[in-house]
């Protein structure tokens, strides 16, 4: 999983790079989650959504810079326990039943289990394993109260929730900003952190999200298949001319510039298969860890007697 970047070697423990040991082993858990959100096609950026919305909360609570880049990748990563659930429950449109909605609950802990033996695994597990708690302890997988639930977790479970109300669903359309503010305060106390979830409403009324929303990177918006809505991903190195594909029915778009904008349109034909094949956003990765890890204290990262055992 190393290799996704140009892989350094590290046989001298006496000459490791921390910095760069630490990108690519948090690049290995990232490109890990992407795919796993790629297998869902109406989760299109949902990973950098929740990131985002965790960094601009994190910031509003006046935390640590330290303190907001963790939560800025665990935002990311919170759902990388959903490798672990069949791609048939993962990917269903229908309604899921009573078992397949218990094996969905299992993704926090298997993201837990997952991360156990990483090295830079302590720097995200609380909001991995833990975003799914809530403070009146009807949560998962442990069933937490609102004081033994980590702030990571608390803020991640907020932004991961909203993303996933203002999304588009296979069963609805995204529902109106107001309606899902409705019902974060009426949940407030109970199923989110009242401290948090306050600053994020306060964050949302101030228009602090509105570049986020229906987003998949900073400036780029998801682009509309005629026949699906919003579920084709765009990525920062495509161009007018390129050719993408509909996560969902899989037709052909092509990149077209309008009004100084670039948009899609359907070409009338199916895609061809590597364009069905999803490729992970090397760009926004690398992006989201270098500006993460310039912030966390090298003392949080691997230990050097953990590298030369990489």
């Known amino acids: 999983m190393l290799n996704w970047f140009r892989r350094q070697k590290y046989s001298d423990p006496a000459v490791v790079d921390t910095n760069q040991l630490s990108k690519d082993l948090l690049a290995s858990l990232m490109?890990?989650?992407?795919?796993?959100e790629a297998k869902d096609p109406y989760t299109g950026g949902h990973l950098w959504r929740v990131?985002?919305?965790?960094?601009?909360?994190?910031?509003?609570?006046?935390?640590?810079?330290?303190?907001?880049?963790?939560?800025?990748?665990?935002g990311f990563l919170h759902d990388l326990g959903k490798v672990a659930v069949p791609d048939a429950v993962l990917?269903?449109?229908?309604?899921?039943?009573?078992?397949?909605?218990?094996?969905?609950?299992?993704?926090?802990?298997?993201?837990?289990?997952?991360?156990?033996?990483h090295p830079l695994?302590?720097?995200?597990?609380?909001?991995?394993?833990?975003?799914?708690?809530?403070?009146?302890?009807?949560?998962?997988?442990?069933?937490?109260?609102?004081?033994m639930i980590p702030t990571d977790a608390a803020i991640v479970s907020i932004c991961d929730a909203f993303d996933a109300m203002t999304s588009l669903r296979p069963y609805r359309q995204p529902l109106p900003l107001e309606k899902v503010l409705?019902?974060?305060?009426?949940?407030?106390?109970?199923?989110?952190?009242?401290?948090?979830?306050?600053?994020?409403?306060?964050?949302?009324?101030?228009?602090?999200?509105?570049?986020?929303?229906?987003?998949?990177?900073?400036?780029?918006?998801?682009?509309?298949?005629?026949?699906?809505?919003?579920?084709v991903v765009r990525q920062r190195?495509?161009?007018?001319?390129?050719?993408?594909?509909?996560?969902?029915?899989?037709?052909?778009?092509?990149?077209?510039?309008?009004?100084?904008?670039?948009?899609v349109v359907a070409t009338g034909k199916k895609a061809p298969a590597d364009l069905q094949q999803p490729?992970?956003?090397?760009v926004l990765i690398k992006n989201i860890i270098e500006a993460s890890l310039a912030q966390i204290p090298i003392t949080q990262l691997v230990r050097l007697s953990d590298a030369s055992a990489v």
């Open 182 to 231: 409705a019902i974060l305060r009426q949940e407030t106390g109970t199923q989110f952190n009242s401290f948090w979830c306050a600053r994020f409403i306060d964050l949302a009324e101030q228009g602090a999200f509105t570049d986020i929303l229906g987003h998949t990177d900073d400036g780029i918006p998801l682009h509309t298949c005629p026949h699906c809505g919003p579920t």
């Open 51 to 74: 990131s985002r919305y965790a960094n601009l909360l994190a910031r509003a609570g006046l935390l640590p810079e330290a303190d907001v880049a963790r939560i800025t990748l665990g």
């Open 121 to 147: 695994g302590h720097l995200v597990r609380p909001a991995v394993e833990l975003h799914h708690e809530r403070p009146d302890g009807k949560g998962y997988p442990y069933g937490l109260t609102a004081a």
């Open 91 to 117: 990917g269903k449109s229908g309604k899921l039943s009573d078992d397949e909605f218990a094996i969905i609950r299992t993704h926090p802990e298997a993201g837990g289990r997952l991360l156990a033996g």
């Open 31 to 36: 490109v890990m989650a992407w795919f796993v």
């Open 237 to 263: 190195h495509h161009h007018a001319g390129d050719v993408l594909a509909c996560n969902l029915c899989h037709s052909e778009m092509r990149l077209v510039e309008q009004q100084g904008q670039l948009a």
């Open 279 to 282: 490729q992970a956003d090397k």
